[in-house]
């Protein structure tokens, strides 16, 4: 397994605020968790054997989901808006 640091000035691009960066990364690989959960769901009604080794063979080159979703954010991917709470908040 490579590790790779990241630049701080890769997270400032983004924000200037790395705790929203953070945030907001964490989020997004919650959703992705969330997805590929349902697709795991979706497996249990399978009944063909290859089907199941074929999607398996998916699952394992998948990206984990907080480097995917950090990689989504460093490239400009992700969209998001503060809640009304929080404008409310400040």
């Not at 630049?7 to 968790?33: C, G, N, P």
């Not at 998916?58 to 404008?87: C, F, I, Q, Y």
Request: proline share 1%; aromatic share 4%; hydrophobic share 40%.
């Amino acid at each position: 397994m490579k590790i790779k640091a990241i630049s701080m000035s890769e997270l400032f691009k983004q924000s200037e605020d790395v705790y929203t960066d953070v945030i907001i990364s964490a989020r997004r690989a919650r959703q992705i968790i969330d997805s590929r959960k349902l697709d795991l769901e979706a497996l249990e009604n399978i009944e063909d054997t290859e089907d199941i080794e074929v999607i398996e063979e998916d699952l394992e080159v998948l990206e984990k989901p907080m480097v995917e979703s950090l990689t989504e954010l460093l490239n400009g991917e992700l969209e998001w808006r503060h809640s009304d709470a929080e404008s409310d908040e400040k």
